[in-house]
């Protein structure tokens, strides 16, 4: 599922991460890796502020709709 639709206070592991380029290279500069954990503080219009290595960071809807993401309590599932 995408980061976008992910509810909020539940913890997800990043499976993918789209894009190209320098979009990509940004993503992963704010702590968004694969493998690593994420979880939705809260959602607004403007976009939504998450916790990611320990650090809470506001992204937009078109940047969380990029990361891929699944509950961290399936992820050795996929």
Known sequence: MLLLLADEGKVYTIKKI???????????????????????VSKSE??????VKDSRVAISHEMAGKITVVPKDVRHLN
């Open 46 to 51: 403007s976009g939504l502020i998450v916790n």
């Open 18 to 40: 789209s894009g190209k380029g320098d979009s990509h290279k940004f993503i992963e500069s704010l702590g968004f890796v694969c493998d690593g954990d994420v979880t939705v």
